[in-house]
């Protein structure tokens, strides 16, 4: 097996631990609390380092011996950087709220953030009167996400094309138990059209923003401009979603579930009702409910 492979599947092992965990993302002031923390986030760093030092070599470049992110990061092209900033700017803009104690706006600045703390948590375990560094789980995975993309042929998607693939399945799902429902239950979906979810899902201006605002009038039970037997498949179809997530968590962590990672992207979400997706800053946005 070679390295590309390599660190594409410690990714997503150590990921799946992450979303089976079901953590916040905040490592905690408190010593016990952060020994939780403490194996995923030295993945996460050691990850980091040498899917850089691979992405250098790849580069033609001889990677510095160093364990300093920041010093690796600097050696990267100015193309790669872009790539790098472009998940973090993304992921940033639905998780930015979970670095209230790291107000950083630019993967740069992350990496120079969390490479002050990485010696202190390879050592949180006997070092005992040392401060505990603030990093953040998930936006370690997401900037170590973009450096496998740069190293190999393997093309992780952003945290808003993993969201977008997610809602598409979603309502392809819907669709097909519309279609069942015509085929078992005439009478109930009497003057129901084939395409009505579709045309559902267009009308709202595609599934990003049909599926946030799906979501966010399950709250309340509303779902507008639509009939009532839609309604009542779509109601269904996010309460079983819902259901399948939260059956996720009895899972063995080492063990990869189909789309639990999307599912939690997608069940972060929408606890904020005035979410949706900006296709022209490409960005996730907040808006007044």
Known sequence: MDSDWH????????QNLYDH????????????????YWPIICDCYTGIEQTMKLLLQKNG???????????????????QWSVINEYYRVYQSLYGHELCSIPLDAADKFISHINKGYASWRYILIEKDQEIPAVNVGFML??????????????????????????????????????RGLGEYPEEYRGVAPDAIRTWVKQQGGDMTAGFLLFKYNH????????????????????????????????SPGRKTWRRQEMLDVYSAIHFKGLTWDKNREAFEYISP
């Open 7 to 14: 660190v594409k599947y410690a990714h997503e092992y150590i």
């Open 142 to 179: 997401e900037v170590w996400r973009a450096l496998v993309r740069l190293v190999s042929e393997y093309n992780p998607p952003r945290l808003d094309q993993r969201v977008k693939i997610y809602f598409q399945e979603f309502f392809e799902k819907a669709e097909r138990d519309l279609w």
């Open 61 to 79: 470049q001889t990677p510095k011996k160093t364990h300093d992110l920041e010093c690796l990061y600097q050696q990267l092209q100015c193309s």
């Open 220 to 251: 309340s039970g509303e779902i507008r401009d639509t009939s009532t037997v839609v309604q009542k498949i779509l109601d269904q179809s996010v309460k079983s979603a819902i259901e399948r997530l939260h059956s996720t968590k009895e899972h």
């Open 21 to 36: 965990l079901l953590m916040t993302g905040n490592a905690s002031s408190s010593r016990l609390d952060a020994i939780e």
